[in-house]
């Protein structure tokens, strides 16, 4: 079956581009000329892959993907900006963007980035048995316990709750503004780097045995669990 690709963009030579190019790679390609366009497409059929641009008319991407994460959508979403800058970057990764990619743009690193976020879909983090898998590293949320390789890890609470919300988000870029609240909540008053050393540990107890780095950093952006450096 055809990964279908709804492209939500208002402009039109950008839309036409992607229509053919993606077409021409095997996809079924959808298209929303604007914001609520696109959400009402996406709340009748969900597609595999959104290709979301940020200035559109009526309501902008970074609305379009909050309401999408907010309704409990979990598609992967591609956000196009023609800002070059950090804050713009997170901000879309903030609303709940997978990806994003800056205004021009080549067509084939749009390809690889679409054909890496179907990869990311199709990943073997389902949860089974409670448990969630990445790669090498098994981590089972009823007996608390962290396999990788087959051999155990001993992680404090936190350092688990921490492996946790990266495993149930692998190949997703998490803020260091999302990750504080997830873990720490917004009133934590403690040391500013916690979060750096925390990383840190649990970098140096998951690759202990050998095992590549699995948590990187994003600079300017956050970090991500992904297996590719």
Request: charged residues 30%; hydrophobic residues 40%.
């Given at each position: 079956m055809r990964s279908t690709i709804l492209i939500v963009d208002d402009d039109e030579k950008i839309v036409s581009m992607l229509r053919r190019g993606l077409a021409f790679e095997g996809y079924e390609v959808q298209t929303a000329s604007n914001?609520?366009?696109?959400?009402?497409?996406?709340?009748?059929?969900?597609?595999?892959?959104?290709?979301?641009?940020?200035?559109?008319?009526?309501?902008?991407g970074f609305e379009v993907c909050r309401r999408l994460r907010e309704a409990g959508s979990k598609v992967p979403v591609l956000m196009l900006t023609a800002k070059d800058e950090v804050q713009s970057r997170v901000t879309g990764l903030d609303t709940g963007a997978d990806d994003y990619l800056v205004k021009p743009f080549a067509l084939e690193e749009l390809l690889a980035r679409v054909r890496a976020l179907l990869r990311r879909k199709a990943d073997i983090s389902n949860v089974v048995d409670n448990r969630l898998v990445y790669e090498d590293i098994i981590l089972d949320n009823d007996s608390r316990e962290v396999l990788r390789d087959g051999k155990r890890l001993e992680l404090t609470a936190k350092e688990f709750e921490l492996l946790n919300l990266f495993m149930q988000n692998p190949r997703r870029v998490l803020s260091r503004d999302l990750i504080m609240d997830k873990i720490w909540g917004y009133d934590y008053s403690?040391?500013?780097?916690v979060l750096e050393v925390y990383i840190a540990m649990l970098r140096q107890k998951t690759e202990e045995h050998g095992g590549k780095r699995l948590i990187q950093t994003i600079r300017g952006a956050g970090y991500i669990l992904r297996g590719d450096s």
């Open positions: 914001g609520a366009e696109g959400l009402s497409k996406l709340m009748d059929k969900e597609p595999d892959i959104v290709v979301l641009d940020v200035m559109m008319p009526q309501i902008d403690g040391e500013s780097n």
